[in-house]
């Protein structure tokens, strides 16, 4: 079972679209058993640093970041929740 999956999130996505994909994600079980997805990624508005969990999904922006998606769970598979990711 892995318990962390680090997954690069391409560039270019919309802020709507990245929580979407969380959402999905989160609501998902064939995705595993996902706690939290967490990360930094740029969209055509600049930055963002995500948080999301089943209970709330948070978007901030920040000055820069380095693109990438941690996605903390259990049993997760990592080729369901790209697809989301890549969508």
Known sequence: RQGMSEVIYGAG????????????ILGDPSCGHVHRIKGFLETPDGWFE???????????PIANGQQIIIVIGEGLNKEKIEAYLQA
Do not use: D, G, M, Y
């Not at 996505?13 to 999905?24: D, F, G, V, Y």
């Not at 995500?50 to 948070?58: E, F, H, I, M, P």
């Open 50 to 60: 995500l948080n999301a969990t089943a209970a709330q999904r948070q978007l901030n």
């Open 13 to 24: 996505k919309t802020k709507e679209q990245i929580l979407n994909a969380a959402t999905q």
